[in-house]
């Protein structure tokens, strides 16, 4: 992308009659749709190579688990322990 500010606002409707359009522009630099409510159409290599590459969720889990606490984790086999949310109700 050579330009950073947008060419023009498109309304809605000039969008979706001439998209293709918008998309080649797109390459020279982003393009805005809608007035109130607006929208910005960039190539996605540009905008993939301004976000950060997320973790997979179990990385992320691993890398932000609790630490210095100690956490007493019980047996799943151990008889007598309650079972929250359980179908059986007590009583």
Do not use: C
């Not at 080649?24 to 190579?49: C, H, M, N, T």
């Not at 973790?55 to 019980?74: A, C, F, S, T």
């Amino acid at each position: 992308m050579k330009n950073a500010k947008p060419h023009r606002v498109w309304t809605v409707a000039e969008a979706k009659a001439r998209l293709s359009e918008i998309l080649q522009l797109a390459e020279e630099g982003p393009q805005r749709i809608g007035a109130k409510r607006s929208f910005v159409i960039v190539p996605a290599d540009a905008w993939y190579a301004k976000t950060p590459p997320r973790k997979p969720l179990g990385q992320w889990l691993v890398d932000n688990r609790p630490r210095g606490i100690d956490l007493e984790i019980p047996s799943r086999h151990e008889s007598g322990r309650q079972i929250p949310f359980s179908a059986q109700e007590d009583g």
